[in-house]
């Protein structure tokens, strides 16, 4: 068994099975054999049956939210937060599922008609992280059950007890075996049951670029179709004709949910010269305002990071960026000693030259670098591999079309903090990834275009 600790004390909050090999591949067995007869259903009977499972869980969505803030260390706001934006793609995708339209196209050839039709790609997989327990699994799925396709989950081993509970309800909705299956044990073993399954037509994966590039050279075998949620290292760029005190509350809402442990956290600050000390400054006030705690009451608090490595990552980066010249204007300590609670930490004057630069830092810490004109930040803010989410403020509108544009990557985000719901395509460039979730995008990575002539009409 797998046992699953709660990072804010250390005790035990369950356990997850950790299945032999002949398990999970009797799991994949499954998985390919319910394909035929869940593809075949109606639309509208598959998104009955998501809407069904979606009613179950929002009932109950307290008690999925108190399991997530104890096996992921999330506060409570967060943790109903994430339920929410979970629940919001099973409904959106509840309704989808009728909407999955072809095409007709004028003919190319005399006496002849040309339908273009989308069919579910198949059974599918994914690999899902730790840092959203529920909403990963949830947009996946219905993603997946919508489009006609089974799925097989290996969620993370860090935080599968929100996984099976999911499961679970979705049993209870009337999604049945094999159509929607879950597995934990040693992720490579289970990587590899996957990628090597030539009935597996397609891997969707959210987590480290690292492990991405392993299932993606796992898939060239069987030519597998893939979603790859990977790794960010987003820019956040303040202008200095913005209202301050906006861009400093909508970066603090960005970088303090999950404690930082999110591909989409503000990851290099970039303050313009004219407002850099004022923005440190009010930063400071507002950071200094929140409580780190474990989070089982209602109010926001800056909550543990996951296990022990991750703490030694953060305070690695903080001593290499203050070893290259950067000031800790605030924190750059845990909390309480001999914890995973690691204080939120304000970095000034980092220079381009530390590493927390170039490495997704995965926790509270807000590293300031300086820029004086567009053309430069623009330039710095694109000197990464990634290329996942980008925040810029300005209450100008051609600063902020030129940033939509001249930024690569996936998402551009102006004047919020905030990036996914269930409307949008959520997903990345470069080494950030390629395939989209969310909105109409996210399906039609589920269905493949099949092109049928139909000529000989005169006959
Ligand atoms: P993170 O740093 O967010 O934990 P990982 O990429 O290590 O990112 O983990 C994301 C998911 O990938 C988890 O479910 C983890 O168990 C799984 N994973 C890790 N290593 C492998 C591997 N070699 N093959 C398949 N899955 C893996």
Known sequence: MIKVYNPADGSVVGEAPEMTTAEVLAAIDRTCDAFPAWAGLLAKERGARLRRWFEMVSADRRDFAELMVKENGKCMSEALGEVAYGLGFIEWYAEEAKRVYGDTIPTHAPNASVIVTKEPVGPTAAITPWNFPFMMIARKIATALAAGCTMIIKPSEETPLTAYKLLDYARKAGIPE????????????????????????????????????????????????????????????????????????????AKLRNSGQVCISPNRIYVQDAIYDVFAEKLKVAVERIRVDQGLQEEFVVGPLINQSAVNKVEALVADAVTHGAKVLSGGELARKNSLFYRPTILVEVPDDAQIRTTEIFGPVFPLYRFTTEDEVTRRANDTEYGLVAYAFTPNLGTAFRMSRNIKSGMVVINSGSVGTESVPFGGVKQSGYGREGSYYGIQEYVSVKYTLMAGLDK
Request: aromatic fraction near 6%.
């Open 178 to 253: 094999g159509v929607f299956e879950m597995v934990t044990g040693d992720p490579k073993t289970i990587g590899e049951a996957f990628t090597a399954d030539d009935r597996i037509q397609k891997i969707s994966f959210t987590g480290s670029t690292n492990v991405g590039r392993i299932l993606a050279r796992h898939s060239a075998a069987t030519l597998k179709k893939m979603t790859m949620e990977l790794g960010g290292n987003a820019p956040f760029i303040v202008f200095d004709d913005v209202d301050v005190d906006e861009a400093v509350a909508g970066l603090v809402a």
